[in-house]
């Protein structure tokens, strides 16, 4: 059967990357996490320091980065030059900086170009912002992922509390309208649904209830 590129974009804690990565397992397909490439970034940014409004600096930065990802049946693993970051880019403050640092031109088209190469053979599912109008808008199957902010909070808390952190709950809810604002707002590749994007309201679903959701449409779409 033919190998589609899947797109999967929404605001953060939508449901998108737990979704994609069970929906990449049953297909046989691999899952790309675009988000944790702009995490990347902000912590090389936040390694050396860098202003990453000074654009000559941020321009040298991802002149020299080297971003790799090793796909499995888990998920990403993200090295950034040699180190394994999977870990550090989960942080909250790496979180803001990422949406920050994903507004400059210089790291969205170094970024999106290696999407493309990774994505462009098929059997992809790519889970971000910007995938289905600027990545892949020629992707055979989009969806466009939401859910209430209370829900998506909650489910940030208690990702991080299993994690052993302290999270408060209202600091999440205000980072992630923050979060959810400049990423819509900003003027390249803002946070949009395509116009043949399928909208998933996750809020009221289980996990295993999204994953057959986007199941049957792919099955509708490509066939059995
Ligand atoms: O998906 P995420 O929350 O890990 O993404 C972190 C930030 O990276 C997000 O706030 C905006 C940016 N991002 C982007 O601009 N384009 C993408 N395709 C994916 C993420």
Redesign the pocket.
Known sequence: MKRIIIAI?GP??SG??TSAKLLARKLGYVYL???????ACALAAQQQQININDIQALSRLMENIRIHIQFSDHGNTIWLNDDDVSEAIREPDI?RL??AI??HRVV?TK?VKL?RELGREGGVI??????GTV?FPQAELKFFMIAPLKIRAQRRYLELKEKGLNPVFEDILQDLVN?DK??ASRAL?P?IPAEDAIEIDTGELTIAEQVEKLYRIYLEKVGS
Do not use: E, F
């Open positions: 974009d953060a804690a998108k990357s996490d675009t988000g944790a490439m702009y995490r979180s990422a949406s994903s507004a969205r970024m999407q790519l889970d971000g912002r910007d995938i990545v979060r400049a990423d590749a946070l």
